[in-house]
């Protein structure tokens, strides 16, 4: 047996993790890993998520434990001072020697604080460890202004830590504009707009000459220019310069102005040592990405072990969000290229700057700068790293849908497309990992790695995999889920022929497990719209969705808003007092709905049935907002009070609501009835929209305000009111019958084939002969009514429902309001004084509160 | 110092919702949710940590490839019961907690 190869990698950051990783995939070699750090490699992309929660636990990419099951050995507070290059030895400053066969040089960077006079100040910090990290948080603590000296991307990621920390915040940056490798004149000027338009100020062109006492804060910065700037914390991102002195002691070739020279094997001076990450000089370029880093990284491995990969450079482009604005850059973002042209669309009301650079030719992408909208990005860099042939126009790539956009299709993308570039998967990866058995885009996450790195590739990732299972010929089924080899329309009638009363049976006989949350809702519907029993009835509950559940509108926090039916949006002076005292006793947040009614706010779940009783007892009932089910019918005044107001379109919309009121439909459902053609209700934007003539009403169906607005089909015209009704009837009960689950009737008549004239053709000819059937069980379901919170707050086995805790009267903690404008609304996380569990504890022998020690 | 986990009796059996969840308070505050589903409770902790907040118990229970799971009230993602795994979301799990019914009483170690 021959002796193991012995690897010693000299620091442990991202790149040198990345090394230890794909070294240890090989057998044969005793990896060693020295850092001097006294943690282990962390994820440093993502620093600055320690101020937003995350732990450096959280930011780990490695343990103890993980190493120990490499095999790998591993010191921390481990400094490298010595390297023998004769005798193939490292040694620490604490004297302990290590031999090595190769030697891999992953020291990283370290942040450039330029020779500015009182740099050496307190409270003068740079950004780049979690050590780094805990100085700027203490720091924050005792200041109000902090400033960071650099504008670049780790600058204004800096600022938005500072930022995060409540500091009034500032960037200087010596170059007339921000991030200027990334982004050209234009595309920095907007960015700079907007990131001071959420208060962070830019000073441009500065140069800092000293730094002193100041009078306001801890420091005054005096610029070149004769200003000043007063702060309390200077965090300098100025750039970064390589960790090469141990090469430099030991006679390593090192660059001009710094950096360990490798070749493409990124094998240094010495070929037993090689230089990857942010500390190697390839081609007299320094990669501050880690992207290059990792590619370093498996060149090294793969030579070390006999292979031929080589290191020839590495995509700079970059996508991020910066302070909540995208911003992205590819290749040539300055157009430098010779004979170079750029397309460039500018969208100042919208913060919207876009441009693409191609070549001479016309023919290839060769740059990009994005800001406000990185929506292109994905398949401009594929046209970019590529060299995809251009369309004809290719401004169209970046323009707003005034026509067809070209999308690049996944299928023209060639195997060697790279999809993911930190971690370096093609197409082709994906194309394996998909014939290797992985059916599903976290099946190729995980035999790739794709996506793992900044995530930025997720939705490409999942493009091309799907695209790739769909060649493959997984079927696209009609199914409502897993647990039903039917379509909503198919289980309606099921239901209705065999005259299932419950979900049980229908599951029993007709499908399989226990249900999901698509078809468990879907058959409560159909089940409501068939029987109309009580929705919270044993067999019933468990088929609701959370509103139904609780029967009422559940907000982001848990808490409930109750909205009482106001038919046509009339309301008594008397009730309007009652929902405002009811709105003031529980503390509720009231506001007035697009519907013509009123929504309460802020009610916990265990708060529910009190309120009701007092709505109720006023005369109020539910209004269904929580529910698939119609939900108003808005009017004007009409003929009562309007002057041009031709039929009572008031009586009219509250006969409608309180016919209609309750019915379980696939979707939502809203009505409006004007009172004359002036259409002040807005009624064709509604799925039933009805119009006042001087000889009657007109219908109008299928329209929809919303996601996707669509006026309505003029379906007949000058009717009468019974006759009126009745087309209503059998419109609403047919799309009842034979919609999609949360289709609503716009998209629904828009899919159905034949469309309008197939419904008038049924609803007015009588064309299927089911319009009497159609018309009874509508007549069933209104003679069914209830109003379902009058029935629970009846029901002592309902309430029991409501509490917030079985075994506690307690409230939860964590539901907290703040006022603004006068009314409550949900705490935000950092306005919150309750921080969890350790903070109070509650006796629950006695429910008391325990106040914390 | 590791506090040893105790059997705490939480509710009778009838306090619970068939094929539905309710809320309960552990001794040091936590929330738990306790589903029964059909003749076998779960508990997991309540909170919801993608929609961040105490709602889980309020989700609908179904079942994929035979796991049952609650699909949260919130945003719908799915929570595996006996694992506390996110069929939607790997990078994010919910705390289970052993429960067995004795004399009719829910009992949840924690």
């Known amino acids: ?853 | 110092m590791t506090i040893e986990k105790q059997w705490q009796t939480i509710c009778h059996k009838d306090d619970l919702v068939k094929n539905s969840g309710v809320c309960a308070l552990l001794a040091n505050e936590e929330q738990i949710a306790i589903f029964q589903v059909k003749d076998d409770v779960f508990s997991v902790g309540n909170w919801d940590p993608i929609g961040q907040a105490n709602v889980l118990y309020r989700g609908l229970i179904g079942d994929s490839k035979g796991q049952i799971y609650v699909a949260s009230p919130l945003y719908k993602q799915r929570f595996v019961l006996n694992s506390g795994k996110c069929l939607d979301d790997e990078t994010v799990a919910i705390k289970t907690y052993d429960t067995r019914l004795q004399n009719d009483e829910v009992q949840v170690l924690a």
Request: proline residues 3%; aromatic residues 8%; glycine residues 10%.
């Open chain 1, 1 to 853: 047996m021959s002796i193991k190869q012995k690897i010693v990698v000299v620091g442990n950051g991202m790149v040198g993790h990345h090394f230890v990783d794909e070294m240890a995939k090989h057998d044969g070699y005793e990896i060693t890993v020295l850092s001097a750090e006294d943690r282990l490699a962390y994820d440093r992309v993502h620093l600055s998520e320690y101020f937003s929660g995350k732990t450096a636990e959280d930011l780990a990419l490695t343990t103890p434990e993980h190493y120990n099951e490499l095999g790998v050995k591993f010191f921390t507070d481990a400094k490298v001072t010595n390297i023998n290059k004769a005798e193939k030895t490292v040694s620490t400053e604490t004297g302990d020697k290590y031999a090595y066969d190769k030697l891999i040089l992953a020291t990283g960077s370290y942040p450039f604080v330029p020779p500015i006079p009182g740099k050496e100040r307190e409270h003068c910090l740079v950004y780049r460890t979690i050590d780094d990290l805990d100085a700027i948080q203490a720091s924050a603590n005792s200041g109000k202004v902090g400033v960071v000296v650099g504008g670049g991307l780790l600058g204004l990621e800096a600022a938005n830590a500072l930022k995060e920390l409540g500091l009034q915040t500032h960037v200087v940056e010596f170059a007339p504009q921000l991030m200027g490798v990334q982004l050209d004149k234009d595309g920095g000027e907007l960015l700079r707009n907007m990131i001071e338009g959420i208060g962070v100020q830019v000073h441009t062109q500065k140069a800092t000459s000293e730094i002193i006492d100041g009078e306001d804060c801890v420091h005054r910065m005096v610029f070149a220019d004769g200003t000043h700037l007063e702060t309390d914390l200077i965090l300098f991102s100025a750039g970064i310069r390589p960790y090469d002195n141990l090469a430099r002691d030991f006679d390593l070739q090192i660059g001009e102005r710094g950096g360990i020279v490798v070749n493409n094997e990124c094998q240094t001076s010495d070929e037993h040592i090689y230089a990857i990450g942010e500390c190697a000089l390839w081609n007299n370029f320094i990669y501050g990405l880690v992207a290059p880093g990792y590619t370093m990284a498996k060149v090294a491995v793969d030579n070390i072990i006999g292979g031929e990969q080589q290191f020839t450079g590495a995509d700079m482009s970059t996508k991020l969000k910066l302070m909540g604005m995208d911003v992205g850059s590819i290749g040539d973002a300055h157009a430098r290229t010779a004979g170079a042209k750029s397309y460039t669309y500018f969208n100042e009301p919208d913060d919207i700057y876009k441009k693409i650079v191609v070549s001479a030719d016309g023919k290839t992408l060769i740059g990009a700068v994005l800001v406000g909208d990185t929506s292109e990005y994905d398949s401009l860099l594929q046209y970019a790293l590529n060299a995809i042939e251009l369309p004809k126009n290719p401004d169209s790539l970046i323009l707003p849908s005034s026509g067809e956009k070209p999308t690049l299709g996944v299928d023209a993308l060639p195997d060697t497309a790279t999809i993911c570039s930190c971690l370096n998967v093609t197409k082709g990866d994906i194309i394996s990992a998909i014939d290797a058995g992985a059916c599903d885009v976290a099946g190729v996450k995980s035999c790739t790695k794709a996506t793992t790195g900044c995530g930025g590739c997720a939705a490409l990732v999942k493009t091309v995999t799907d695209h790739e299972l769909e060649k493959r010929g997984v079927e696209v089924s009609t199914d409502i889920c897993e647990h039903f080899a039917y379509s909503r329309v198919e289980l309606f009638h099921i239901v209705k022929v065999e005259k299932i009363r419950n979900f049980d049976t229908l599951i029993e006989k007709h499908g399989c497990g226990i249900g999901c949350e698509i078809c468990k809702p879907a058959v409560g519907s159909i089940l409501a719209s068939v029987w109309n029993d009580y929705v919270l009835q044993e067999d019933h509950l468990p088929l609701q969705d959370t509103n139904d559940t609780y029967l009422g509108n559940m907000q982001k926090d848990g808490t409930y808003s109750i909205v009482p039916r106001m038919p046509g949006g009339e309301v008594t002076p008397e009730r309007l007092i009652v929902i405002g005292e009811v709105a003031k006793e529980y503390n509720l947040y009231t506001k007035v709905t697009g519907g013509q009614r009123i929504d309460l706010f802020g009610a916990r779940v265990d708060q529910l049935p009190d309120i009701w009783e007092k709505l109720i007892a006023a005369g109020m009932e539910t209004g269904h907002a929580y529910g698939k089910s119609l939900r108003t019918v808005k009017s004007c005044v009409g003929s009562t009070w309007c002057r041009y107001g031709v039929q009572d379109s008031m009586a009219m919309a509250i006969f409608l609501e309180n016919r209609y009121k309750g019915l379980r439909s696939p979707h939502k459902i809203k009505f409006a009835v004007s009172g004359c053609t002036r259409e002040c209700a807005e009624a064709q934007s509604k799925d039933i929209g009805v119009i006042a003539t001087e000889n009657g009403w007109n219908l109008y169906v299928s329209g929809n305000g919303g996601m996707k607005p669509r006026h309505g089909d003029l379906f007949a015209t000058d009717l009468d009111d019974e006759t009126l009704v009745k087309y209503i009837d059998r419109y609403l009960m047919f799309y009842v019958r034979t919609a999609d689950r949360l289709t609503r009737t716009s998209v629904w008549l828009d899919n159905l084939e034949g469309g309008l004239e197939y419904m008038q053709k049924i609803v007015i000819d009588d064309h299927l002969s089911i319009n009497q059937e159609l018309e009874s069980q509508m007549d069933a379901v209104v003679d069914t009514y209830q109003c379902e919170w009058k029935t629970t707050i009846e029901d002592p086995k309902q309430l029991k429902r409501f509490r917030q805790f079985v075994n506690s009267k307690a409230v939860d903690k964590n539901i907290e309001f703040v006022t603004e404008r006068e009314q409550i609304r949900p705490a935000r996380g950092d306005e919150k004084s309750y921080k969890g569990v350790q903070i109070h504890t509650v006796d629950i022998t006695t429910d008391r509160e325990v106040e914390p020690a």
